[in-house]
């Protein structure tokens, strides 16, 4: 069985790339109003548009974020749920049940978020408390020599008794 391969028209490509390029500078391109493309072939040439791919943060800009923030975004998504939840329908039973489940699942998730943030921010506490005595209490050398034995007992991962 051969493979099939239509014709194009000499000039496509030129006129694909500049879709591209627009696509690429303004993802709405094709859904503006003097958009001449419609139906079937805006779906097509949709399917040319670059994949945005999620928004990704650096190790400095997530460290930055406090806490609060952190909570404040949690408490926000947990909002949107249930204003969502507030706008179903009563007589669509199956939806509203799939709401309640995702709604459950999506609490357990956020629960168990905020356990970790808590967790986090008592580990960072512990360690600056460690490091303050440290700092305070060592000359330069017995901090080298403190550091040096955390150092190799990390590696060993053996906790002495």
Same mark, same amino acid.
């Given at each position: 069985m051969s493979t099939f391969y239509p014709d194009f028209p000499e000039n496509i490509e030129f006129s694909l790339i500049v879709v591209i390029k *627009?696509? !690429?500078e303004n993802p709405n391109y094709l859904n503006e109003p003097d958009c001449p493309y419609h139906g079937k072939l805006r779906e097509m040439l949709q399917h040319l548009a670059p994949k945005v791919s999620p928004e990704l943060i650096s190790t400095e800009e997530f460290k930055a974020r406090t806490d609060d923030q952190l909570e404040r975004e949690v408490t926000? =998504?947990? &909002?949107?749920?249930?204003? %969502?939840? *507030?706008k179903l329908s009563v007589? &669509? @039973? +199956?939806?509203?049940?799939?709401?309640?489940? +995702?709604?459950?699942?999506?609490? !357990?998730?956020? @629960?168990? $978020?905020? !356990?970790? $943030?808590?967790? @986090?921010?008592? @580990? #960072? +506490? %512990?360690q600056a408390i460690v490091l303050n005595c440290i700092e !305070?209490? =060592? +000359? #330069?050398?017995?901090r080298t020599q403190v550091m040096d034995n955390l150092h190799q007992q990390i590696q060993t991962g053996v906790i002495p008794q």
């Open positions: *627009a696509l !690429e926000e =998504l947990l &909002d949107d749920i249930k204003s %969502f939840g *507030a007589d &669509d @039973v +199956t939806e509203r049940m799939s709401y309640y489940r +995702t709604h459950t699942n999506l609490l !357990e998730k956020l @629960v168990s $978020m905020k !356990e970790r $943030m808590g967790n @986090v921010k008592s @580990v #960072a +506490t %512990f !305070e209490s =060592l +000359t #330069a050398d017995q």
